[in-house]
């Protein structure tokens, strides 16, 4: 199969037709005293606004993310744009990284450098890993879906092809937060024999539906509150799953509104108390904005609750994975999970409670987060080499 | 007296600026086949953009609608605008008729006449009426630091237009979807003003009842109203949590805020899946132009907790006359009968599958014989706007068994929570915000 470089290069119309929309921007009104209980803070987005328009810079955005090899190849017809950062180190370990919605690739821009080459970074050139960050179909750089059905369980399947016959890869490893997650246990739900291990920070939403009738009290309480969360907080989801399409027109057309969506999510998803500049700079936040702006990617991203709404084979959301997992969970994070309940399907042989950081995970807290991915796959490196007859 | 005549007259730069963003729509892509499966179908979206480009015509519009009175009053400090047109019999009843979302006092322009002029339609003018139609996009209940309830609210700004300003001792009122529980307010804290009420759904409030004594008819009926919720009323999660959110891209793009309402006006009217057997173009366009031009969009799309609670609670009655008019392709099922007695005690008719439907199915909307009820778009799905979850506020009561099978298979992923019962703190605060009658 056929892998090209590839170079993230926006065309200077669509930056002046984005400069063009934001200048006029039609803005709403706020109910007196609003703060941020109605949604996205109105002052704020005239901050972002005005920002956007005038002093962040796409191009050395770009160039930064320019820093990685990029590749884009085909696989059975969808096209998939992927980082491939070969590790430096004695016998590199290779790992997937899954992002989630609203975030990108990016979500992992902070991490690669210090897992492909722990030396450079005061670490032990033993944990290097060879790292992969693709973005899902209909996200970013990848194509988006033409047809029905792209749910997180082919996108699965899409990586296993990626990981074996594009990159040569017999075993590896995989990890991922919010829909990475989900994606990242089908893979070793249908993949098993390919993957060493998963390294996960949420146990996804999938195992939600599950009908137990033995719940620990704990378990009771967290889904309890859960619940409580979602109804405050997860009618986007709703919309997703089930109006995708009916969103899409004001989230394409709209630089301003594709912001305010995304950046609600940022601010209450992460450890920032309330002051999302305190997790991410404006710079940060545009930046991961414009992957979804400048490639029309926001009403394919969102098709894929509904996908997985309406595709997904229930029994995938039900079966017992047995691939190791490390869970890292993060105290800001919607609700970190008990461990009986990632266990109910998971086989989590090693279970991290971080002192701080939210759902972004790599964004937030790089350092927390590489050091427990280190961990976690140090002992399976030795499974992974007998696996492979390499001897050492 | 704060009342004065007012015309509706849209800024020349407000329509400048309008073709101009509908010039440079930038579409998003849809998935083959995806007719409206997804959501607003874009191939229709592309259509109805370029008709109001080209062909749309919003003076003409605007022409039509200052043919009705339009006026202004002022009360406690709030705005209010209202069609005010005055019957034409010996004894005309004063009417006031509330509107819902995504519509707007387009919903009555083609009763008006009818109610104010029966005479002129093969009627008896002892029927006419003094008819009200009250404007409330833009919602003139709605600020955070209030303390009553904006349904509440728009209820007593309302009775005050209708008493105080308009003179009537007591007067006839009217409403579906968001306008059924104004209405009903009415009926609870005013009861001495208020002849009766004339609802085309029962309106959510009675979603919130936690009634151990449900029969088999009101189980069944809860249990679709719910399954249809979680297909159709993400929506009003949405806008009951995060209104400000949604409101940037809406605001912004026309194309968007079209989208956003079309969907509605196609799948809760009785159009069979061909919006415009029901409604034209120009209809369509209209209410959304009223919505654009009508100023400060997030209280256009916000009904937050507060709304919910702000209406009627499970032990408070409607003494007051009440006739229901239930449409049988509104989003809501028609509830059992009893359901509806439980909140209103005094229900004089009841109009619905057997005896409406019969005269106005699918076939006689297209004969063109009842337009006037399919130009109410139906309300919402009732059932997933924060704490109305109605199965789920049966405590011990599973909501799984009650649903079709087809449903069922929601039960889970993200949808999960919304299949369950409602927020505590969203019940709690429905029962601590109860309305004194």
Redesign the interface.
């Known amino acids: 199969m056929e892998v090209h470089s590839f170079t993230i290069d926006i065309p200077e119309h669509v930056l002046d037709d984005l400069r063009e929309r934001l200048m006029h921007t039609r803005l709403p009104d706020e109910v007196e005293g609003a703060g941020w209980d109605y949604g996205t803070n109105l002052g704020y987005m005239q901050e972002i606004v005005d920002y956007w328009q005038h002093t962040y810079d796409w191009r050395a955005a770009e160039a930064e993310l320019n820093r990685y090899h990029h590749f884009r190849t085909e696989i059975a017809g969808s096209g998939i744009h992927f980082i491939h950062e070969r590790g430096r180190g004695p016998e590199p370990m290779p790992i997937i990284l899954t992002h989630g919605w609203p975030d990108s690739f990016y979500r992992y821009h902070k991490i690669i450098s210090l897992l492909a080459d722990p030396a450079r970074f005061g670490g032990d050139p033993a944990d290097a890993f060879d790292v992969i960050v693709p973005s899902m179909p209909g996200y970013g750089f990848s194509d988006r879906p033409h047809e029905r059905g792209m749910t997180s369980a082919r996108i699965a399947d899409l990586w296993a092809r990626l990981m074996t016959d594009v990159l040569g890869y017999e075993r590896f490893a995989a990890g991922g937060g919010d829909i990475g997650s989900g994606v990242s246990q089908l893979l070793a739900l249908r993949h098993p024999g390919q993957v060493v291990g998963l390294h996960l920070t949420d146990v996804g939403f999938f195992s939600l539906g599950a009908d137990i009738p033995d719940l620990s009290e704990n378990e009771r309480r967290y889904l309890a509150a859960i619940q409580e969360l979602w109804m405050q907080e997860g009618a986007y989801s709703m919309v997703q799953s089930t109006k995708p399409q009916t969103l899409a027109y004001a989230l394409n057309d709209s630089p301003a509104g594709l912001a305010a969506w995304f950046i609600e999510k940022f601010r209450s998803w992460s450890d920032c108390g309330g002051e999302v500049e305190r997790r991410f700079g404006k710079d940060k936040l545009l930046t991961n904005i414009m992957i979804y702006w400048a490639t029309e990617t926001i009403g394919s991203s969102i098709r894929l609750y509904y996908e997985n709404m309406h595709a997904l084979p229930l029994q995938f959301l039900q079966e017992h994975i047995d691939v190791p997992v490390g869970m890292a969970v993060f105290p800001k994070d919607f609700i970190p999970p008990p461990r009986e309940w990632a266990e109910r399907r998971l086989n989590v042989e090693r279970w991290t409670e971080m002192s701080r950081g939210g759902h972004f995970t790599a964004m937030e807290e790089p350092e927390l987060f590489v050091q427990d991915i280190r961990a976690f796959f140090r002992p399976l490196r030795a499974e992974h080499r007998e696996a492979l007859g390499v001897s050492t | 007296m704060t009342i004065r005549p007012i015309t509706i007259s849209v800024p020349a730069e407000t329509l400048d600026?309008l073709h101009?963003?509908l010039s440079?729509?930038?579409?998003?892509?849809?998935?083959?086949?995806?007719d409206w499966d997804?959501?607003?179908?874009?191939g229709y979206?592309k259509e109805l953009v370029d008709y109001w480009l080209h062909t749309y015509d919003w003076r003409a519009r605007e022409a039509e609608l200052n043919r009705f009175a339009h006026y202004a009053a002022d009360i406690d400090g709030k705005a209010i605008r209202f069609i005010h047109e005055r019957g034409k019999g010996p004894d005309s009843m004063p009417l006031i008729l509330f509107h819902g979302w995504p519509d707007s006092i387009c919903r009555y322009l083609k009763l008006i006449p009818m109610l104010t002029d029966p005479a002129a339609y093969g009627g008896d003018p002892a029927d006419s009426f003094d008819v009200v139609v009250p404007s409330l996009i833009g919602d003139p209940g709605?600020?955070?630091?209030d303390t009553e309830q904006p349904l509440a609210k728009i209820a007593e700004l309302t009775h005050r237009l209708m008493t105080e300003e308009l003179g009537y001792r007591r007067f006839a009122a009217g409403g579906g979807d968001g306008g059924s529980p104004i209405s009903q307010i009415l009926g609870v804290r005013h009861p001495e003003s208020i002849i009766g009420l004339h609802l085309t759904d029962i309106g959510f409030p009675i979603m919130m009842a936690n009634f151990p004594d449900l029969s088999d008819a009101e189980r069944e009926y809860l249990a679709r109203s719910q399954a249809q919720g979680?297909?159709?009323?993400?929506?009003a999660?949405?806008q009951?949590?995060?209104?400000?959110?949604?409101?940037?891209?809406?605001?912004?793009?026309p194309?968007?805020?079209?989208?956003?309402i079309i969907?509605k006006f196609r799948s809760w009217s009785d159009c069979g899946g061909d919006l415009e057997t029901v409604y034209s173009k120009d209809e369509l366009l209209t209410n959304i132009m009223l919505y654009w031009t009508g100023?400060?969009?997030?209280?256009a799309v916000?009904y937050?907790e507060e709304w919910v609670s702000g209406s009627l609670a499970p032990d408070q009655q409607v003494d007051v006359p009440v006739g229901l008019a239930l449409p049988p392709r509104d989003i809501d099922p028609v509830p059992p009968r009893e359901y509806a007695e439980r909140n209103l005690k005094d229900i004089r008719r009841w109009s619905s599958r057997n005896s409406w439907a019969a005269r106005s199915g699918h076939s006689s909307v297209r004969s063109g014989t009842s337009r006037h009820r399919s130009k109410s778009p139906r309300p919402r799905a009732i059932d997933?706007r924060?704490?109305t979850s109605p199965a789920g506020a049966l405590p011990g009561r599973r909501p799984?068994p009650l649903l079709p099978s087809g449903i069922r298979?929601?039960?889970?992923?993200?949808?999960?929570?919304?299949l369950?019962?409602?927020?505590?703190?969203?019940v709690r605060n429905v029962r601590n915000k109860q309305i004194p009658a």
């Open positions: 600026d101009s963003r440079r729509t930038r579409w998003p892509d849809e998935v083959e086949g995806a997804y959501g607003t179908n874009l979206m709605m600020s955070k630091s979680f297909t159709e009323g993400a929506y999660v949405l009951g949590t995060k209104p400000q959110t949604l409101a940037y891209g809406l605001n912004d793009s194309a968007g805020y079209a989208a956003w969907e100023g400060p969009s997030v209280r916000s937050r997933p924060p704490g799984a298979r929601c039960n889970r992923g993200h949808l999960r929570p919304w369950a019962a409602p927020s505590k703190s969203l």
